[in-house]
C-alpha cells in the first residue's frame, strides 16, 4: 500500500488516538506527522484537513510543553485560514485564541493580550452577544488582565462575562460560582477586601447548592 494511499491515513489517524490516549504523547505526534505529510498531498494546501492536523500537532507540542513549536503549528494552521477565509471571518478567532493560550503559557502577557482581544472582536462582531465563545473570551481578556495587575481592566471584563453568563446559564451554575470567585480574587488582589468578600460568599452559596446536587445525585445512583 502506498503512503498516498488515503486509506493508510485511516491507521494512522487509529494510533494518533490510541497513543494520545495513552498518554505517549512524542510517539502519537510522530503518527501525527506523518499523517499530515500524506494530507499534503492527497488534498488542497487551503483544505481544512490540513489545518486540524496543525491544531492536533500544536495540542500534543503544548502538552509536551514545547511552547515554541505549538506555536509554530498555531501559526501554519492560521496562515491557511487567512488564506481561504481572508482577514476578516469568525474561524480566525479560534486561532487567534489558540496562540494567545501559548504566549500566557509562556508568561508573554500582553502578546497573548492582543491575540485574545482580536479573538474577542472577531466574536463580537460575528456572534450574538449571548454567544459562549464571547463569554469565554471576556474570561480570557480578563484574567491576561488580572496577570498584567490591570485590576479595573480586570474586573470590567469579568462583569462583562457575569452578565453574559446570566443571560444564558442558571444563575446557580457551576460557570457562575467561578466566574463570582475569579472577581472575588481580583478584588482582593486589588486590596479591596470588602467587595472580595461580598463576591467570595456568593459564590460560596452557588458552591453550596451545586454539592447538595451532586450529593443527592450520588445517593440516587446508589439505589439504583
Keep these: 500500500m502506498s503512503d498516498d494511499n ?3 491515513t ?3 489517524d487509529a494510533l494518533e488516538y490510541i497513543l494520545s490516549e495513552t498518554h505517549q504523547y512524542s510517539s502519537s505526534l510522530k503518527w501525527y506527522e506523518k ?3 500524506i494530507k499534503k498531498k492527497l488534498f488542497d494546501p487551503n483544505d481544512l484537513h490540513i489545518v486540524s492536523r496543525h491544531n492536533s500537532i500544536a495540542s500534543l507540542h503544548l502538552t509536551n510543553n514545547d511552547y515554541n513549536r505549538a506555536l509554530e503549528s498555531y501559526e501554519k494552521a492560521f496562515q491557511i485560514l487567512q488564506r481561504k477565509y481572508g482577514d476578516d471571518h469568525p474561524r480566525l478567532a479560534e486561532c487567534y485564541n489558540n496562540m494567545a493560550m501559548v504566549r500566557k503559557n509562556q508568561q ?3 502578546e497573548a493580550l492582543n491575540l485574545y482581544k482580536k479573538a474577542l472582536s472577531s466574536y463580537e462582531k460575528h456572534n450574538v452577544d449571548n454567544n459562549i465563545n464571547l463569554a469565554l473570551s471576556y474570561n480570557n481578556v480578563s484574567l491576561v488582565y488580572h496577570h ?8 470590567e471584563y469579568c462583569n462583562r462575562l457575569l452578565k453574559t453568563y446570566e443571560s444564558i446559564l442558571p444563575l446557580k451554575h457551576s460557570l457562575m460560582s467561578i466566574t463570582l470567585e475569579n472577581i ?4 482582593y488582589d486589588k486590596g479591596d477586601f470588602r467587595q472580595a468578600l461580598k463576591y ?3 459564590a460560596a452559596k452557588i458552591y453550596y447548592h451545586v454539592l447538595q446536587i451532586r450529593m443527592i445525585i450520588k445517593n440516587i445512583q446508589a439505589k439504583i
Excluded at 472575588?184 to 478584588?187: D, E, F, H, L, R
Design 108 to 110: 508573554q502577557y500582553q
Design 10 to 12: 485511516i491507521c494512522y
Design 184 to 187: 472575588a480574587n481580583i478584588y
Design 6 to 8: 488515503a486509506d493508510i
Design 148 to 155: 498584567l495587575t490591570e485590576y479595573d481592566l480586570a474586573l
Design 200 to 202: 467570595y460568599e456568593k
Design 35 to 37: 499523517s499530515l505529510v
